[in-house]
């Protein structure tokens, strides 16, 4: 617990010190919901509710890839070799984890009130919204973390990144965006229930094994 | 892996699939609307998921294997056994496209398990590249290893659980009659179950002969390494 604790404090501090890795997502979130803005040029009218939740993800979708990715990318490796030797790597992927569950809530939250500003916001049932918002920022931010750890150790290129971590994310990606749309459309929340409990258990199985594989990586 | 040289389950095999092929064309099929003749596509088309998924299943175990000893053999495995589970997927796509062509109207038509198959044939797509990327063998197979346990884990709640929750074509789901529907008949389960025996045995052949050549190509080269 007390290295996990100290290695969150670890990421955070670094994070604060130079804030260019999370002021770069937060500015890459925000240009791409720009972009999308003056590509639609129509503010709230034209853009049918289905467009809108599309693109809401797959804008979150590729803010997540490229601030998770990032995850293990500015440890170098004399720097990594030294946590190694100070903590077990299962502190070492749940701190990592925890650092990008709150980066990915930061990116996810902040996005949907810059794209609900611009593009208008058709949510008709807002907790249940929120609810499905927050699991799925969880979950993107677990599993990318895992295939972060994976293509960080494979010569750690963006292709190699977006490559291995879509077709994990896919299943849990449709089943957040199915509730996102039954919340939008205002269905009652029993009704997405289903998906919910499907994502919280694909959570659990990733976290779980993340923690079993992660020790196996990073030895060398 | 002394018993891939016996012989007896490969004259098993190509028993099986000949009874398939012959059985699965000339035996009585149900009549059934839209489905008539096509229906024999059952024992092409299934038995090749069937194959796929067990193939990968035996490739993640090996995968867990080669983690716990840090053998490079049981990496060999995992990855032949990979590829050949990759082939019959492939194999099943086509056939499953066919057969949709026949009786759905269109070779695709966004069915989930047709999105969830093409996902999970992504998975390993992904996978080969990430063998591709890395040089080091003993890297290659620890990384590839853990992301092919992890994939895996994550390819089976996208086939099993998946198509059940929203509406599809395929029998069982969305509403659809089972399998059952049609498996009630005998004349189809004569061939079904064999033909997945015979399929599955088929795709464990190719693998160990790949494997094989992989084992001698690596005989080669140490020899060669040696002479030079």
């Known amino acids: ?220 | 892996m002394a018993w891939t040289r016996k012989k007896w389950w490969k004259v098993l095999t190509a028993v099986l699939l000949l009874y398939t092929v012959v059985g699965g064309f000339l035996l009585p099929v149900p009549r059934l609307p839209i489905l008539n003749e096509t229906i024999r596509a059952l024992h092409f088309h299934v038995p090749m998921w069937f194959g796929m998924i067990i193939l990968f299943g035996i490739s993640v175990f090996h995968a867990i294997q080669f983690l716990s000893s840090g053998k490079l053999e049981q990496d060999s495995f995992s990855t032949n056994y990979a590829k050949i589970g990759t082939l019959l997927g492939i194999l099943g796509m086509l056939t499953g496209m066919v057969w949709a062509k026949f009786t759905w109207g269109e070779m695709w038509s966004g069915d989930p398990k047709q999105n969830a198959s093409a996902i999970g044939l992504l998975i390993y797509f992904a996978y080969f590249v990430l063998r591709g990327a890395i040089d080091d063998e003993n890297q290659k197979a620890k990384i590839s290893s853990v992301y092919n346990v992890f994939a895996f884990a994550t390819l089976i709640p996208l086939l099993f659980i998946l198509p059940r929750l929203t509406d599809s074509l395929h029998p069982g789901n969305g509403g659809n009659p089972g399998f059952n529907a049609y498996d009630l008949d005998n004349d189809l389960r004569k061939v079904f179950y064999l033909a997945i025996i015979g399929w599955t045995l088929l795709g464990v052949w190719f693998a160990t002969l790949k494997i094989r050549i992989d084992h001698i190509n690596e005989k080669i080269e140490d020899k060669e390494m040696a002479h030079a």
């Open chain 1, 1 to 220: 617990m007390a290295h996990i604790k100290a290695n969150i404090k670890k990421e955070l501090l670094q994070e604060w010190r130079n804030k260019s890795a999370i002021n770069g997502v937060l500015l890459y979130t925000t240009s791409t919901i720009f972009v999308a803005y003056l590509a639609f040029s129509i503010r709230g009218s034209g853009i049918s509710p289905i467009v809108w939740n599309t693109l809401f993800w797959i804008i979150i979708l590729f803010s997540a890839i490229n601030a998770i990715g990032k995850s293990f990318l500015q440890e170098g490796s004399d720097r990594t070799i030294y946590y190694y030797t100070v903590s077990s790597p299962q502190a070492i992927i749940i701190s990592k984890m925890i650092y990008g569950v709150l980066v990915m809530l930061l990116v996810a939250f902040l996005g949907l009130g810059i794209y609900s500003v611009l593009l208008g916001n058709p949510v008709q049932d807002q907790f249940t919204f929120f609810l499905n918002l927050f699991i799925g920022s969880v979950g993107l931010a677990t599993a990318l973390t895992m295939i972060s750890g994976i293509a960080s150790k494979a010569g750690n290129n963006s292709m190699l990144m977006a490559i291995l971590s879509f077709p994990v994310i896919i299943p849990m990606l449709l089943m957040i965006i199915k509730t996102s749309k039954n919340a939008m459309d205002g269905i009652a929340m029993s009704e997405s229930l289903d998906e919910i409990l499907v994502i919280l258990a694909l959570n659990a199985i990733i976290i779980t094994l993340a923690l079993l594989l992660f020790p196996y990586l990073w030895r060398n």
